[in-house]
């Protein structure tokens, strides 16, 4: 049996597609695994605050398998995805803070995102560049698991990090350009994914759940650590 991975995140759109990504994987989710208590993003960047969740989420295994709640799970690891969108206009706002930008729904959001760009002037479409950014951090690897990665030269994008705690970790960051369309467009997708426009028009709320993982920036940290994270999953 693969090694077991909890995904660190309770947002279930992200679950789906992470899912699409290592379907090989063994994952485990946090509907199954439920934490006492939600660590604090408190980091000023992406990869900052995927280090804190997947280093929580490294401690919550450790608590579970003592407790007797992962039958099989030797040397599970943690994946935390932090992610957002980051406008020019508004200094790289809503960055870090993408998923708290306003309070109520997804919608509520993209809505608070469009009145700033008109209270800032931001018009023209050159004026409304952005980008999503995701980072995706892995914790739980071992001296062993080090080895055999050796120094990421292998793998492309792939970078080493380490948590508050001290924990090593792997690093991978995925970014997809555009901007800020004036209006929301298309039902697919979650997020900022209706207001986001590619460089041929399309919103990402547009797209098919391929089309979209072809191109997102979740999609391409997913393949940066892919390979990586299929070589771990098989070790023993």
């Given at each position: 049996?693969?090694?077991?991975?909890?995904?660190?995140?309770?947002?279930?759109?992200?679950?789906?597609?992470?899912?699409?990504?290592?379907?090989?994987?063994?994952?485990?989710?946090?509907?199954?695994?439920?934490?006492?208590?939600?660590?604090?993003?408190?980091?000023?960047?992406f990869?900052?605050?995927?280090?804190?969740?997947?280093?929580?989420?490294?401690?919550?295994?450790?608590?579970r398998?003592r407790?007797g709640a992962?039958?099989?799970a030797?040397?599970?690891?943690?994946l935390?995805?932090?992610?957002?969108?980051?406008?020019?206009?508004?200094?790289?706002?809503?960055?870090?803070?993408?998923?708290?930008?306003?309070?109520?729904?997804?919608?509520?959001?993209?809505?608070?995102?469009?009145?700033?760009?008109?209270?800032?002037?931001a018009?023209?479409?050159?004026?409304?560049?952005?980008?999503?950014?995701?980072?995706?951090?892995?914790?739980?690897?071992?001296?062993?698991?080090?080895?055999?990665?050796?120094?990421?030269?292998?793998f492309e994008?792939?970078a080493?990090?380490?948590?508050?705690?001290?924990e090593r970790?792997?690093?991978?960051?995925?970014?997809?350009?555009?901007?800020?369309?004036?209006?929301?467009a298309?039902?697919?997708?979650?997020?900022?994914?209706?207001?986001?426009?590619?460089?041929?028009?399309?919103?990402?709320?547009?797209?098919?759940?391929?089309?979209?993982?072809?191109?997102?920036?979740?999609?391409?940290?997913?393949?940066?650590?892919?390979?990586?994270?299929?070589?771990?999953?098989a070790?023993?």
């Amino acid at each position: 049996m693969s090694r077991a991975v909890l995904l660190m995140t309770g947002n279930a759109h992200k679950v789906e597609e992470l899912r699409a990504f290592f379907p090989w994987a063994r994952l485990l989710t946090l509907r199954d695994h439920p934490l006492d208590a939600e660590p604090v993003e408190d980091a000023d960047t992406f990869e900052g605050n995927a280090l804190i969740k997947a280093s929580a989420g490294l401690a919550h295994l450790a608590a579970r398998s003592r407790a007797g709640a992962l039958p099989g799970a030797e040397y599970p690891l943690a994946l935390a995805d932090d992610s957002g969108v980051s406008v020019d206009a508004l200094g790289g706002a809503p960055g870090v803070l993408s998923a708290r930008y306003a309070p109520g729904s997804d919608a509520d959001r993209a809505r608070a995102l469009l009145s700033a760009l008109d209270r800032a002037g931001a018009h023209a479409p050159a004026a409304r560049a952005a980008r999503f950014t995701c980072a995706l951090a892995l914790c739980g690897l071992t001296d062993a698991d080090a080895a055999l990665l050796g120094d990421l030269a292998a793998f492309e994008g792939l970078a080493w990090g380490e948590t508050a705690a001290g924990e090593r970790a792997l690093l991978a960051v995925g970014r997809c350009e555009g901007l800020i369309a004036p209006s929301p467009a298309g039902a697919g997708g979650f997020g900022y994914d209706p207001v986001f426009a590619l460089p041929d028009g399309r919103r990402v709320a547009e797209l098919s759940a391929a089309e979209k993982a072809a191109v997102s920036h979740r999609g391409a940290a997913a393949r940066a650590l892919s390979p990586a994270l299929r070589l771990l999953c098989a070790a023993r």
